[in-house]
């Protein structure tokens, strides 16, 4: 049974810093691309950003500069360090994983999901 637990989320002030980290079990780490996703309420979940087994890493715009994504195939484990922090950064974050030779974006293309961990920026 594949499980992804994200953790790191909280309530931060406009301009600071937290770190997300998932742990994923029950799969073979490193066959899978790893990612970030975020939902803020009333929008749909969208793309943050992506970390291939490999290391090859690619961000959405809007978080380009602030948002360093990385992994540790050792521990099983992919991290989110965001920095300079926005109020449009609020949301719950997803960490999810995704297989296969073909990089797609869409939350449909991926296959596994964690249960998400609340991220809110205040001003």
């Known amino acids: 049974q594949v499980q992804l637990v994200e953790s790191g989320g909280g309530l931060v002030q406009a301009g600071g810093s937290l770190r997300l980290s998932c742990a994923a079990s029950?799969?073979?780490?490193?066959?899978?691309?790893m990612g970030w996703f975020r939902q803020a309420p009333g929008k749909e979940r969208e793309f943050v950003a992506r970390?291939?087994?490999?290391?090859?890493?690619y961000y959405q715009d809007s978080v380009k500069g602030r948002f360093t994504i990385s992994r540790d195939n050792a521990k099983n484990t992919v991290y989110l360090q965001m920095n300079s922090l926005k109020v449009e950064d609020t949301g719950v974050y997803y960490c999810?994983?995704?297989?296969?030779?073909?990089?797609?974006?869409?939350?449909?293309?991926?296959?596994?999901w964690g249960q998400g961990t609340q991220v809110t920026v205040s001003s």
């Open positions: 970390i291939s087994w490999s290391g090859s890493i």
């Open positions: 999810a994983a995704q297989d296969g030779s073909v990089f797609d974006t869409r939350p449909s293309r991926w296959a596994y």
């Open positions: 029950g799969l073979t780490f490193s066959n899978y691309r």
